[in-house]
């Protein structure tokens, strides 16, 4: 089955970038989307197809993919980004979703 | 605006079936794929399967001998039906609409709150 790695955490102090990354096999060729989450509330689309922010997304939030790794970053963090954030594809051959297992960010 | 809403019984018993439904308000269930999403305390997202409106559907590997996922057309809803339940089924379940457009997946862009099952006697 198909696997999506993420690091389990990342700290980033205020106005800083942070950045997440999500590595699979082949995953530049697949549909990437991201997901804020955080406790109490449902997921957040933040981008799909690796690069697209949804309306309303922020434009401090990014994505970009190369090779086997998508990137999630996040410009001018504020302490309101704190959450949890999961990768997400589409797979092109068995038509699943998976999720990578998701990486908590922490604003000190 | 479109929104989802979960419903069922927030307690299951052990070997006994997790029923939930999604209701969709705002917009026909029509033209898209919808999702069952679950979260088990203290871990991450884990999707559950997706019907089309055509009524196909698809699976989790890990999941699909005990899952069925359906369509009432008539009524906006889509449901989960989770059989022979243990601890391991407990979890914050969300239904999600999956937006295809213009043959490009746009990825699970409305989400349901969440509803709580747990599973236990």
């Known amino acids: 089955s198909y696997e999506l790695t993420q690091p389990p955490s990342v700290s980033v102090s205020p106005g800083q970038t942070a950045t997440i990354t999500c590595s699979g096999d082949k995953l530049g060729d697949k549909y990437v989307c991201w997901y804020q989450h955080k406790p109490g509330q449902s997921p957040i689309l933040v981008i799909y197809q690796a690069v697209k922010r949804p309306s309303g997304i922020p434009e401090r939030f990014s994505g970009s993919t190369s090779g086997n790794t998508a990137t999630l970053t996040i410009s001018e963090t504020q302490a309101m980004d704190e959450a949890d954030y999961y990768c997400h594809v589409w797979g092109s051959n068995t038509a699943h979703i998976v999720f990578g297992g998701g990486t908590r960010l922490t604003v000190l | 605006q479109v929104q989802l809403q979960e419903s069922g019984p927030g307690l299951v018993e052990p070997s006994e079936t997790l029923s939930l439904t999604c209701t969709v308000s705002?917009?026909?269930?029509?033209?898209?794929?919808w999702s069952w999403i679950r979260q088990p305390p203290g871990k991450g997202l884990e999707w559950i399967g997706y019907i089309q409106y055509s009524g196909n559907t698809n699976y989790n590997p890990s999941l699909k001998s005990r899952v069925i996922i359906s369509l009432d057309t008539s009524k906006n809803q889509f449901s989960l039906n989770v059989i022979s339940v243990t601890a391991a089924d407990t979890a914050v379940y969300y239904c999600a609409r999956v937006k295809w457009w213009s043959s490009s997946y746009h990825g699970m862009d409305v989400w349901g709150q969440g509803t709580t099952v747990t599973v236990s006697s």
């Open positions: 705002g917009d026909s269930i029509s033209g898209y794929y």
